[in-house]
């Protein structure tokens, strides 16, 4: 059955600082990939995606995410966090149908 | 409407009784996700519907759960005889065709809270 690996469960840091969310998922076919967000009290949203083409994707507020097949990942990447960047961050594999979403990994920035 | 509706915010409830959660999707989304989310247990899918069909419903933890949708719109989520391990965040959520594929770019309701006592 497909899954998805999050194996960060909660990361803190302080601003400047440089992340990277690791997310593994275990389906072989074709797949499209996916990192959501959710700010406090906020409702989920995208973040980035990978449908094909240049696997190194980039989304909003910075954040990128490189997709390498032959490690089945998809890890989230942010050079330097701010502290408005505190949220659960949900990665997330679609193959022909439904969408699944790994447990979610909570980022911490502090001043 | 200009985003994805849920219904009612909070839901308290007693053991045993049996409760309604409602979504109403973007208008024009053909696909239609119901997620659970508890704390540490992160998105846990439960049904998927494209148009009317369910063509997956394996997410669906018991046979108390169940899940339609009508006219291509609205879908509602029935528990029944609540159970306290039922108390979550019901999120709901749409995503739109783009040249017949399903984009998975999914928008997301702001959930239904569910508490059971």
């Known amino acids: 059955a497909q899954s998805v690996s999050q194996h960060n469960h909660h990361v803190i840091l302080s601003e400047a600082a440089s992340l990277e969310l690791g997310c593994n998922y275990s389906?072989?076919?074709?797949?499209?990939l996916f990192w959501y967000v959710q700010y406090p009290g906020q409702h989920l949203q995208l973040l980035l995606k990978?449908?094909?083409?240049?696997?190194l994707v980039k989304g909003i507020k910075g954040f990128e995410a490189e997709f390498i097949k032959s490690k089945f990942s998809f890890n989230l990447r942010k050079p330097s966090v701010q502290w408005s960047d505190t949220a659960e961050y949900f990665c997330?594999?679609?193959?022909?149908?439904?969408?699944?979403f790994g447990t979610g990994t909570r980022l911490q920035v502090f001043p | 409407g200009a985003g994805v509706s849920q219904s009612p915010s909070n839901k308290v409830t007693e053991k045993g009784k049996d409760v309604e959660l409602r979504c109403d999707p973007i208008?024009?989304?053909?696909?239609l996700y119901w997620y659970r989310q508890s704390l540490g247990q992160g998105l846990e899918f439960l049904i998927y519907?494209?148009?009317?069909?369910?063509?997956?419903k394996s997410g669906l933890p018991s046979d108390r759960f169940s899940a339609e949708r009508t006219g291509g719109s609205v879908s509602t989520l029935t528990i029944q005889r609540t159970q306290q391990e039922d108390s979550a965040v019901y999120l709901c959520?749409?995503?739109?065709?783009?040249?017949?594929?399903?984009?998975?770019?999914?928008?997301f309701g702001e959930g239904s809270r569910l508490t059971v006592l």
């Open positions: 208008s024009g989304h053909t696909a």
């Open positions: 959520a749409s995503s739109r065709l783009a040249g017949g594929f399903d984009t998975g770019e999914l928008f």
């Open positions: 990978y449908f094909s083409g240049d696997p």
């Open positions: 519907f494209q148009g009317n069909s369910a063509p997956d």
């Open positions: 997330a594999v679609k193959n022909t149908d439904k969408l699944i």
């Open positions: 389906y072989g076919g074709t797949v499209n």
